[in-house]
């Protein structure tokens, strides 16, 4: 499976809405869309929260031709070591998981 970050990088060049809200229990939402070069549209949306050293997030994108992808992932720090994952579904349902450990003197 194979994500095209610049497909999505130019339709987000062309036009963008976005809407962004935060709480007091540090969540957020996101929601945007658009038009393409082509007249195609496309949508995105996102939601994530901290709590506790720890944050987890979601994101979806919708492109023109109806291709949907998304993101679910989180964040955990304990001290000065944070770990993190995240699982990336394309437009067949393939998946891709990342994680990382970071760490600061």
């Given at each position: 499976?194979?994500?095209?970050k610049p497909t999505i990088a130019s339709l987000s060049i062309v036009a963008a809405r976005f809407v962004a809200q935060t709480s007091a229990a540090n969540a957020w939402t996101r929601a945007g869309?658009?038009?393409g070069p082509r007249g195609g549209t496309w949508h995105s949306s996102g939601?994530?929260?901290?709590?506790?050293?720890?944050?987890?997030s979601q994101q979806s994108f919708?492109?023109?031709?109806?291709?949907?992808y998304s993101r679910q992932g989180s964040t955990t720090c304990t001290g000065a070591t944070c770990n993190s994952s995240a699982t990336f579904t394309g437009r067949n349902g393939g998946t891709v998981t990342r994680s990382g450990t970071i760490s600061r003197n």
């Amino acid at each position: 499976m194979t994500l095209r970050k610049p497909t999505i990088a130019s339709l987000s060049i062309v036009a963008a809405r976005f809407v962004a809200q935060t709480s007091a229990a540090n969540a957020w939402t996101r929601a945007g869309g658009g038009v393409g070069p082509r007249g195609g549209t496309w949508h995105s949306s996102g939601s994530g929260s901290c709590a506790g050293g720890s944050c987890s997030s979601q994101q979806s994108f919708t492109g023109p031709a109806g291709r949907a992808y998304s993101r679910q992932g989180s964040t955990t720090c304990t001290g000065a070591t944070c770990n993190s994952s995240a699982t990336f579904t394309g437009r067949n349902g393939g998946t891709v998981t990342r994680s990382g450990t970071i760490s600061r003197n």
